[in-house]
């Protein structure tokens, strides 16, 4: 399995990932044909190579490369979980997790796709075993959250050795069980729910 993950690296090397202000995605460019990407973070961009599509590998930015140890350890210590992907390895600039099929409770939100509390239930115990295992957990959003097969994963646990609560489940959670009801199943146009987002973000950012 090394040597896929070594073909893997090679394509991974010709891709330049930039970070941005704001707490903005990142931006991607020169990505090989053997590469999708999957996803867009604030410090990394995950990507499937078409040859081993079992695997994901999240690529940090130059000036974030120093999360790739720090998530390994996250990683590390949560240890075999049903809430979160499985860890395989950490190289220079990426991690090498399982891949994770499923929509992301934005995109849920934005095609209209029912959310079932089962997903709140998932993610109040997978909190819970964060806590047993010394870590924090922190910045669970809904780009961070897939629905699979009825159930709740989390799939970014970077921000899990910061201290502090930054209240976005306790709020994420709050607006479900009273306003959920309201558009379930239902698409919200994708410039309201950005519109929304970084207002959250800004709002967050001085009154958290």
Avoid at 31 to 46: F, K
Avoid at 50 to 73: G, M, Q, S, W
Avoid at 106 to 134: K, N
């Amino acid at each position: 399995m090394e040597t896929l993950w070594e073909q893997a690296a090679e394509s991974l090397a010709k891709v330049k990932v930039n970070s941005n202000v704001n707490n903005e995605p990142v931006t991607i460019s020169e990505v090989p044909s053997t590469l999708n990407c999957v996803g867009l973070g604030t410090d990394a961009a995950v990507f499937q190579h078409k040859e081993v599509p079992n695997y994901v590998y999240k690529l940090f930015a130059d000036e974030k490369k120093h999360k790739v140890e720090i998530e390994k350890e996250v990683y590390e210590k949560l240890g075999p979980s049903e809430y979160f992907p499985t860890f395989y390895a950490a190289m220079d600039h990426c991690l090498v997790l399982s891949h994770e099929e499923g929509k992301t409770l934005y995109d849920c939100i934005v095609e209209g796709i029912h959310i079932p509390e089962q997903v709140v239930l998932d993610v109040e115990r997978a909190r819970e075993h964060v806590r047993q295992r010394g870590l924090n957990p922190r910045d669970i959003h809904l780009k961070n959250i897939i629905l699979q097969n009825g159930r709740g994963k989390i799939i970014d646990v970077s921000e899990y050795v910061k201290p502090g609560n930054d209240f976005r489940w306790e709020h994420l959670k709050k607006g479900y069980e009273e306003y959920y009801h309201f558009f379930d199943g239902k698409p919200v146009p994708l410039w309201i729910v950005e519109t929304v987002r970084k207002a959250y973000n800004q709002w967050n950012k001085h009154f958290s």
